[in-house]
């Protein structure tokens, strides 16, 4: 049995990662800003009221963890919003990156001594953040906070390969979450289990990879 941790957890994606790790077996730490019935009803432990932008969430994190391992460490709290050109908000934009690029370093180096040899982090990014794939143009906080969080997952990567932890930078696909206005093409839990899959296959060999949860191997 594995300790799986998952932030952003209350509901779309990281719910539904919840429920599939929960499903075989693993002891699940949920983490959260707001705590929901469905997250409850699942019977996993939940940390509710931390924001993962807190210079204290890693912190209380490892105050509920005390001596236990974490044996996969899923960044999934994120958020999306749209940026045009000629009416960018700017305070918008540093959310973005703060929330989706810097909150998972954070709470990724505020758990290493949790992380044991064979553990594995998962970020949960974005096809958006690939330079390569970007046809549109638009989305600038987002794109770029989630380029940035590929950079340093790449990082991370290199740096724990010597004590064993892998790293994955994985796009989940285009989700039906609110997040997006339940506009994808796969159901949260359609993702939940490819990303599990993806996660399951993540050795060292392969750490620092950027993947499509199909198992696509995304271009930066």
């Known amino acids: 049995m594995a300790t799986v941790l998952v932030t952003g957890a209350g509901r779309g994606i990281g719910l539904e990662l919840c429920k599939v790790f929960k499903n075989r077996g693993d002891a699940v730490i949920a983490v959260c800003r707001t705590r929901t019935e469905e997250l409850d009803a699942l019977g996993v432990e939940v940390l509710s009221g931390i924001d993962v932008t807190d210079t204290d969430a890693g912190k209380w994190i490892i105050d509920a963890l005390k001596d236990r391992r974490v044996d996969v460490l899923i960044n999934n709290a994120g958020v999306f919003n749209d940026n045009t050109l000629g009416e960018i908000d700017y305070d918008n934009v540093s959310r973005q990156i703060e929330v989706n690029a810097i909150a998972p370093l954070r ?89 599990a899959s993806r996660i399951d296959g993540l050795t060292l060999a392969n750490s620092g990879t950027f993947w499509h949860s199909n198992g696509d191997v995304l271009d930066w």
């Open 107 to 195: 709470i990724t180096e505020a758990l290493l001594s949790h992380l044991g040899e064979g553990a594995k982090v998962a970020m949960i990014t974005s096809r958006m953040g690939s330079i390569t794939d970007n046809g549109s143009g638009g989305y600038y906080g987002y794109r770029m906070s989630k380029a940035a969080l590929n950079a340093a997952g790449v990082s991370l990567a290199r740096d724990l390969a010597p004590r064993g932890i892998a790293v994955a930078l994985l796009h989940p696909g285009f989700v039906q979450t609110r997040m997006v206005g339940f506009a994808g093409d796969i159901t949260p839990r359609q993702a939940a289990e490819r990303l």
